[in-house]
């Protein structure tokens, strides 16, 4: 029994011995617990390598690598001699080497490119050609020229060539007073209105425009699409060439036919027959037509008043101040235009108010332009007259709006 044991434990432990053989590869290390190395390579550090040797086991052959000192980089070191600035136009260079190794290294240098300065104009520009100006470059010298852009076209002021009216328009024309260039254009004549419009007149039209309910939208101060076609409406209703763009006059009538609606003021009296003779003094302003349907004016008696100190005026003036008489009675008629606009006004809620003022405003910037035009046409003595004329009929017909009690 104890023999058997004996062999059993025996077989263990040579089984136990072979396994521990086999898991090494080095029967020295497995014997003596590492190999039996020896240096058979050494390496000095560069600059860009570690520093190392080698060790070689001699029983498994076994290579084992140990690191004596880490790469010590390079110590570049500027060469002058082989270096070269830049230049404006072409690039410069930079020659490095390295104190521990001895390697060159360059480096390109981007040109600086030229500093050019303006140094004297040698054709100035015009409306029509490019100038030249001669330059040189700061640091190296180098010249060349460049282009100087043209001008702006200096114009001079606008002449009118077709004189616009209230409710067409005009073209003007203007010259360039450096080249002769012609621009033209059309214009439209003072207190129009069209698509893009903005501002308080623009409201008051759409203001009167709601209250006749034609525009149905807001009162916004800006003329756009809904307005315009409100305008188209109001315009064929009305007689006028349907455009959709608020000339002066249909401005002017659109305010006379909110007026009436809105009851501030009565429509204007116009008889078919003219007044018997024998009728008495008119405290109030009318119209009637002839028997050839030309209108006529009954003025009332302030106003016939006014026409008769301007026929005294004229009748005591002379070539040399006539023009001068005609200006005072111009001066007269705008007085009582301005009480009767005055008197309008104080009629009317404060909400109404606003057309009023627009109203007035067309109508005054409209005969401005009459004036111009007629001026263009005859002598300032015959347009005055006319003008005058003009404003009579206005203020005549602001009197019947205003104090007729039908």
Not at 171 to 180: A, K
Not at 256 to 285: F, H, K, N
Request: a negative charge; charged letters at 20%; aromatic letters at 8%.
């Amino acid at each position: 029994m104890k023999r058997t044991f004996c062999l059993l434990c025996c077989l263990v432990l040579l089984i136990a011995f072979s396994t521990s053989a086999a898991d090494s590869e080095c029967w020295y290390e497995y014997q003596y617990g590492t190999h039996d190395f020896e240096q058979v390579d050494v390496r000095k550090v560069t600059c860009t390598e570690d520093g190392y040797y080698i060790l070689e086991c001699r029983q498994c052959g076994k290579n084992v690598r140990e690191i004596t000192e880490k790469a010590i980089g390079h110590k570049w070191q500027k060469v002058d001699s082989e270096s070269y600035p830049p230049t404006c136009p072409q690039n410069g260079m930079t020659t490095y080497v390295c104190d521990n190794c001895s390697q060159i290294r360059t480096e390109s240098v981007k040109a600086r490119g030229h500093d050019m300065r303006d140094e004297a104009v040698v054709r100035s520009p015009t409306c029509e050609i490019e100038g030249r100006m001669s330059i040189r470059c700061s640091r190296c010298g180098y010249s060349g020229m460049r282009n100087i852009p043209r001008t702006d076209h200096q114009y001079g002021a606008w002449n009118v060539t077709v004189p616009a009216t209230d409710h067409s328009m005009g073209m003007r024309r203007r010259v360039c007073i450096e080249c002769g260039d012609v621009q033209t254009e059309n214009y439209f004549p003072e207190g129009t209105l069209t698509r893009g419009s903005r501002g308080e007149a623009v409201r008051s039209l759409q203001q009167m425009l709601l209250d006749l309910g034609i525009l149905r939208d807001v009162a916004d101060g800006v003329f756009g699409a809904k307005t315009e076609s409100a305008v188209k409406d109001y315009q064929t209703t009305a007689g006028f060439n349907s455009d959709g763009i608020a000339w002066p006059q249909m401005l002017a009538q659109l305010t006379l036919d909110w007026q009436m609606a809105m009851g501030y003021v009565s429509a204007p009296s116009i008889p078919e027959t003219e007044p018997s003779e024998t009728a008495a003094p008119r405290t109030v302003c009318g119209f009637y037509l002839d028997e050839n349907g030309a209108e006529n004016i009954q003025y009332c008696v302030f106003h016939q008043g006014i026409i008769d100190i301007a026929t005294a005026l004229l009748s005591s003036a002379d070539e040399s101040n006539s023009l001068r008489v005609q200006k005072q009675i111009c001066t007269l008629w705008e007085t009582e235009m301005d009480s009767l606009y005055s008197e309008w006004l104080q009629r009317v809620p404060v909400d109404g108010q606003g057309a009023i003022i627009a109203a007035q405003t067309t109508y005054m910037n409209y005969l401005a332009l009459q004036e111009a035009v007629l001026q263009q046409q005859c002598d300032e003595e015959t347009a005055v007259l006319q003008i005058n004329a003009e404003l009579a009929r206005q203020c005549a017909l602001l009197c019947s709006m205003l104090h007729n009690e039908q």
